[in-house]
């Protein structure tokens, strides 16, 4: 693609050099840099892309995107001067790769909670209701029935861009994808053009990135706000933020709820371990998920599908045929009547939810045992919270390890621990081994009680000191069960 075509759109204040040159590929890391690649040089938080011109140069780069010129113009090297290159990447990858976002109904889900589940869960709605899609998730990445590993929540730009195009090609309609707070902050959904938003809620978060809880609000409503009045935005109004997301978007709105009135209204009739029985806009369903979260993921899955044209009868039957995502209140028993459930909760409100649910299915006869950490390296002030959270809301809570990264796993237990209530001392001790900490409960748990083992849910590693682990709650819950029952 030549260079003329590939800055359409985009606010160019100066071109240097030939602009009918051919670009080959498109690169944010010099040391990717190809023969006749176009080379973006973006400010970051730790270093400046400007500062690797030259090295691109080396390399092959013929095309140079920059917010400033260098001092010496290379000979034969085209200079695009743009005020953001960060933003400037967006449309520059959308048009390089065709403007895919254009070519199917992307559909983005944000919120601090349910966004894996929900993009997952739609995915596989639609996989259901007969159509191919693709997915971007924190857990993987799927065009069609093809898995491809996922590395952040939302990846680069110019990633997305070339999936989509491959979604394109390969027939897709729909795209589902997560869209994260560092993700919006980043620029990484610029020039992407969304036909639907949907809202989950907003709770502690991300505040070791975004500082405030306020700043972290305020990047959530970007996206809304950035929504062309073609798209179609959909909210949980039962969370006070949910209409704070609507204030300034040119987008229809739409509202979901629980407890207010909205446009797709749930009603949670029974609840277990196996399931709930739901009624959503007074129709009756079953579903093998479980849990009051679960409702809210159900019921924008329900209200999306709804949104782009098909009938409700149709979609709650494709809804019923779901299964649980990996990581998120899997629940599987031990042939000793323990009842194990692995969770990703690691935000103090994700922590509640799923404690709330499992007290509202269990009789009390039963015991609650639950093991969880925070990450190294994040948000601190969460780390109390959570302390008292699960203190509160547990038989006996267990206080270990999640991913410690850079931090002293001692030092992030004690920060826990200051969040204990005195009444609940007698109620939690500390193991900082993740391995020990389940083996402890499971050798505490009696048949009929149950173990939550919350933080890590569908990873499969932890990292220490900067190095990731192999490590799998779910495999070490097994093996241990195995071992400790002969």
């Known amino acids: 693609m030549i260079i003329t075509e590939l800055v359409n759109r985009i606010p160019v204040l100066e071109i240097h050099g030939d602009n009918n040159r051919e670009v080959t590929e498109l690169v944010i890391d010099s040391r990717k840099v190809t023969e006749n690649a176009l080379y973006i040089a973006m400010r970051g938080t730790v270093v400046d892309g400007h500062s690797f011109i030259a090295s691109a140069i080396e390399k092959g780069a013929a095309t140079i995107v920059c917010e400033e010129f260098p001092e010496t113009l290379a000979e034969n090297v085209t200079y695009v001067l743009v005020k953001d290159s960060s933003k400037a990447l967006g449309q520059l990858a959308s048009n390089f790769y065709g403007n895919p976002s254009e070519k199917l109904k992307l559909i983005g889900v944000t919120g601090t909670n349910g966004k894996t589940s929900v993009s997952t869960l739609l995915f596989d709605v639609f996989k259901n209701l007969g159509y191919p899609a693709a997915l971007l998730s924190t857990v993987e990445i799927r065009i069609g029935d093809e898995i491809i590993p996922a590395t952040h929540t939302t990846p680069d730009v110019i990633t997305i861009n070339r999936i989509l195009a491959e979604a394109v090609e390969k027939g897709c309609e729909f795209a589902f994808m997560e869209v994260s707070s560092h993700g919006i902050a980043q620029n ?85 371990f196996n399931g709930m029985l739901l009624n959503f806009n ?205």
């Open 282 to 486: 007074g129709k009756e369903f079953w579903t093998t998920l479980t849990g009051k979260f679960n409702v809210y993921n159900l019921l924008l899955v329900f209200g999306i599908a709804a949104e782009l044209g098909f009938e409700q009868d149709e979609i709650l039957q494709a809804v019923s045929k779901l299964k649980r995502v990996s990581g998120r209140f899997e629940t599987f028993k031990s042939d000793g009547g323990i009842f194990f459930i692995v969770d990703y909760a690691h935000t103090p409100d994700a922590l509640e939810n799923i404690l709330d649910s499992i007290n509202d299915i269990r009789t009390k006869n039963e015991r609650l045992i639950t093991v969880f950490g925070c990450g190294g390296d994040r948000d601190h002030s969460k780390r109390p919270e959570m302390g008292n959270i699960a203190t509160k809301k547990s038989t006996l809570a267990i206080i270990t390890s999640d991913n410690p990264r850079t931090e002293d796993p001692a030092q992030i237990i004690k920060e826990i621990e200051a969040g204990v209530e005195p009444q609940n001392f007698s109620k939690y001790t500390s193991i900082p081994d993740r391995k020990e900490a389940i083996k402890m409960a499971i050798k505490f748990a009696e048949p009929k009680d149950i173990v939550l083992v919350a933080g890590k849910g569908h990873e499969t590693y932890q990292e220490i000191n900067g190095v990731k682990h192999h490590f799998d709650d779910k495999e070490v819950i097994n093996e241990l069960w195995k071992l400790m029952s002969k």
């Open 188 to 272: 990484r959904i610029e020039g992407l053009h969304f036909k639907i938003a949907g809202f989950t809620n907003l709770t502690h978060d991300h505040l070791d990135y975004h500082k405030t809880f306020e700043e972290y609000l305020k990047t959530k409503k970007r996206f809304f706000d950035q929504l062309e009045d073609t798209a179609i935005a959909i909210t949980n109004v039962d969370d006070k933020n949910g209409n704070v997301m609507l204030q300034n978007t040119k987008a229809k709105k739409k509202s979901y709820a629980l407890k207010t009135m909205a446009d797709y209204h749930g009603k949670l009739l029974e609840v277990d």
